[in-house]
């Protein structure tokens, strides 16, 4: 126990990385599919959230916890099952639905973490034909109905949390001891024969998706069950895939299939193999009565097309209820999303990342796709219609053959001008799409990306910052936002600082220059240089003083002030280096960001 423990707290600042290396043939479907419908359904469903009154025990709202949360006995956790309404659950609604919002794969909630099985297992008298007496297998039905309908079929089984099987793990186990032999024997009797059955019983499975969201080495199970695991899958069913949540390092095996993200986390970086983020349509993975932090449309539409621009999927969680039913606040949010889909989906099923900086654009951002050798399409998803009409697209040289709507079945050209690495799109008043307009570029050849640029924001400018430099050197250190961001991102230079970015400038003529900093030193004192081209603005770094950051909380803070630097002259237009050199002499200057922006 004691032994347990230290390990436990050493390993715990180890982070937990677990991916793979390579798309594999195993995975390109769910590589191109992007998008699946996950489903939290259980002998929980019916509590709602609620037990003898008492909401549920922790604020995250995952009502699939209760049992454990709220301290449920499991005699009286499956009196829960009398609230079901066997009449009205029907799995075929579940596909279907998924089927009408775009979705091309289910995962269902095989067995959750109660460690109660929504199908006819052998291994385990815990299940839902039984206990419900109803003769439901809630897997069979499931499968049955993907089969029909055309979705693939994915199982989500949690194997190392198990909170019927007294030997298994339940997170008590921390404090009372644990009986790594005991477990071994849940191990061997339940979760093996269990998984047996899913890939035996019921076609073919698509995935299984495990959930054991910490190394294997911080808890209970051990590296030879999880493999044992992962063979017995690869044996029985070689094209099934299986995510990160099993539980080994990508040092430990580099064959897991992809790499699941946090709940709810995003994608942030593009990565090079299959991933995926499990997201929520509210918050609870299972029903949950009381919950109320809805994602709109548009957050679920972001989101997806967000992942797939950095070659990621979406899986989508809906928690049914007792009767199988779906809330109006679910339904009408699928309706949506399958109902743009359907006008858009061209923009994410078998698209991808395209070769620039994430987070470039600030009216959206864009995926990609190959049909073949002369027929390629960069689509431009617009979240921020621009309000001159006028999109800018940097940092593509190759001159598109056609502009169009996604959306407009006739395709009508949209006029347009391309100079150099920028393209510029005349748009109507009105967006295509009230949530996301997605206008397509067709190139002939693959579209050559000219990569370190800044692109022009919105209002007319190049903000350069300290995300988006090309080169950094000196003595300063990058500080991340603080005091809920009153404190911006800023880089502390003690001695001296050179960063450098690249823009293209379409019109020439004057532009002016301003910078923000904060600068604690009671007089004028050290430089701040701008370069560009032949000019060079050079003046003293200015005392910015302080604020207020919250009234009346005694929270002041540094000012981060704009200054002005001075104009610069384009005659021609082009891409331009822009270096900029911080020297302050007694006190450190903390630096933010430069703008650049056109005098007319
Ligand atoms: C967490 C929760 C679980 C949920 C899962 C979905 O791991 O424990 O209830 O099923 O996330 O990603």
């Avoid at 937990?16 to 992007?34: I, L, Y």
């Avoid at 949690?158 to 909170?163: F, G, Q, Y």
């Avoid at 001891?177 to 061997?188: L, P, S």
Wanted: net charge positive; proline share 3%; charged share 25%.
């Amino acid at each position: 126990m004691l032994k347990f423990k230290i390990i436990i707290i050493i390993l715990s600042f180890a982070p937990f990385v677990s991916a793979q290396k390579n798309t594999g043939e195993r995975a390109k479907w769910f590589v191109n599919d992007r998008l699946g419908m996950f489903i939290h359904w259980g002998v929980y469903s019916s509590a709602e959230g609620v037990w003898k009154g008492e909401e549920l025990r922790n604020n995250n709202q995952y009502a699939e916890w209760i049992q454990y949360r709220n301290r449920i006995s499991k005699s009286e956790y499956l009196t829960l099952l009398d609230r079901f309404d066997w009449e009205s659950i029907d799995p075929e609604k579940w596909v279907i639905l998924a089927k009408e919002s775009g979705m091309k794969y289910i995962t269902l909630t095989a067995k959750h973490h109660d460690g109660f099985a929504l199908w006819e297992s052998q291994s385990s008298e815990y299940n839902i034909y039984n206990k419900s007496n109803k003769d439901r297998d809630i897997v069979k039905e499931l499968a049955d109905a993907c089969k029909k309908h055309g979705l693939k079929i994915g199982l989500y089984y949690s194997h190392w949390i198990d909170w019927e099987d007294e030997r298994s793990w339940d997170h008590t186990k921390e404090v009372y001891g644990i009986d790594y032999k005991n477990y071994d024997r849940y191990w061997q009797e339940k979760v093996i024969p269990q998984m047996t059955e899913l890939l035996t019983n019921y076609g073919e499975i698509s995935i299984i998706w495990f959930d054991m969201w910490i190394h294997h080495s911080r808890t209970i199970v051990s590296k030879q069950q999880l493999f044992q695991l992962k063979n017995l899958i690869r044996k029985l069913q070689p094209n099934c895939l299986i995510n990160s949540r099993l539980g080994l390092s990508i040092e430990e095996d580099k064959d897991v299939d992809f790499r699941t993200l946090g709940d709810n986390q995003l994608g942030k970086e593009k990565y090079e193999y299959p991933w995926q983020t499990p997201a929520t349509i509210a918050h609870s993975w299972g029903y949950n009565s009381r919950q109320d932090k809805w994602k709109s449309t548009s957050t679920i539409l972001k989101s997806l097309i967000g992942n797939v621009s950095l070659n990621g999927n979406l899986m989508l969680n809906i928690g049914p209820r007792a009767d199988g039913s779906l809330p109006y606040e679910a339904l009408s949010r699928l309706n949506d999303l399958g109902n743009w889909l359907k006008k858009n989906g061209n923009s994410i099923y078998g698209s991808e990342a395209f070769d620039l900086r994430t987070n470039l654009h600030d009216w959206g951002t864009l995926t990609y796709k190959e049909i073949n050798d002369n027929k390629h399409y960069i689509f431009l998803h617009v979240f921020n219609w621009p309000l001159k009409r006028l999109l800018k697209l940097t940092g593509i040289s190759s001159i598109p053959k056609k502009i169009y709507s996604l959306s407009d079945t006739e395709n009508k050209s949209l006029n347009f001008k391309h100079k150099s690495v920028l393209t510029e799109i005349n748009l109507p008043k009105n967006p295509f799409d009230k949530y996301v307009s997605v206008i397509v570029l067709e190139y002939d050849k693959k579209p050559f990306a000219v990569k370190g640029l800044v692109a022009e924001s919105g209002e007319g400018g190049y903000s350069l910052n300290l995300e988006n430099y090309n080169y950094i050197n000196g003595d300063g250190k990058i500080n991340d936002a603080k005091k809920y961001g009153t404190i911006p991102k800023n880089i502390l230079v003690q001695k001296k600082q050179i960063l450098k970015w690249k823009i293209f400038i379409s019109e020439p003529g004057e532009y002016r220059v301003d910078s923000s900093y904060s600068f604690q030193y009671d007089k004028d004192e050290g430089n701040i240089k701008f370069e560009i081209n032949e000019t060079k603005l050079k003046q003293k770094l200015k005392s910015t003083g302080k604020t207020v950051g919250e009234p009346l909380q005694d929270w002041v803070i540094d000012n981060y002030k704009s200054n002005k630097l001075g104009s610069f002259k384009i005659n021609k237009a082009g891409i331009y280096e822009v270096t900029l050199t911080l020297e302050p002499y007694t006190d450190p200057v903390k630096w933010q960001w430069l703008w650049i922006k056109s005098k007319k």
